[in-house]
């Protein structure tokens, strides 16, 4: 059965912190995704990676970045937490335009 | 602006009757479309697909149309049960990226009533 693991189900950060929420796949797949979810919004692309230590810029990229030093895990850092950041945080990976997410990490920035 | 448009946030229906769940895309580049699932506090999970050379994709209870001169996609689900009560995401492949993005809509919340 395939499976994407995020660390956290619930994070709560202080504004400014640097924050990391990690994601492992244990699928092989060469494509992995982070999304955010926010009401009304939708998913909205912040960074993917199409292979090892590979990145590139989704749609809403600011205040984010990313690192890919394993196939099967790829990591979100946000550099300084904003309340602005609050939402639930979705990392995927994907084969042949199909995605597996993983559970969601709701983090909440104060 | 949003390139995959659901623009009903919600949608109620009576157990055992049809849902219908209605998506828009303004890329008529994009070939290939998805819907995804969404339970609360988990991640989405796939639910059925269609290739833009297909009209029409069917999987059980489930039934994706797609009509590409009106770019227009929707999911049907027949019968309702109140176990598919969850937030229903229409997506797109961007051929753009070779297939590696994938654009979502706003996603619509079907409550179905027993």
């Known amino acids: 059965d395939v499976k994407v693991t995020q660390s956290s189900r619930y994070l709560v950060k202080r504004t400014g912190e640097k924050v990391f929420l990690e994601c492992v796949q244990d699928m092989d797949h060469e494509n992995m995704f982070w999304y955010r979810q926010d009401p009304g919004l939708g998913l909205r692309l912040i960074y993917f990676?199409?292979?090892?230590?590979?990145?590139e810029k989704g749609d809403i990229p600011e205040g984010y970045s990313v690192s890919r030093e394993k196939k099967e895990r790829f990591s979100l850092i946000l550099e300084s937490a904003s309340t602005n950041q609050t939402s639930m945080y979705l990392c995927?990976?994907?084969?042949?335009?199909?995605?597996?997410f993983g559970q969601g990490t709701r983090l909440t920035v104060v | 602006d949003q390139q995959v448009k659901q623009n009903s946030p919600s949608l109620s229906v009576q157990e055992g009757r049809i849902s219908i769940l209605n998506c828009d895309y303004t890329?008529?580049?994009?070939?290939?479309f998805l819907w995804y699932k969404k339970y609360p506090a988990e991640g989405p999970t796939f639910l059925i697909s269609i290739s833009s050379i297909k009209d029409k994709n069917e999987d059980g209870r489930f039934t994706v149309f797609l009509n590409k001169s009106a770019k227009h996609l929707s999911l049907h689900i027949v019968p309702s049960q109140p176990g598919d009560s969850a937030v229903y995401f229409c997506a797109a492949s961007d051929p753009g990226t070779g297939g590696f993005k994938t654009i979502f809509g706003a996603g619509t919340r079907l409550f179905v009533k027993a």
């Open positions: 995927a990976s994907s084969l042949q335009g199909q995605a597996f």
């Open positions: 890329n008529s580049m994009f070939d290939y």
């Open positions: 990676s199409y292979d090892v230590k590979m990145k």
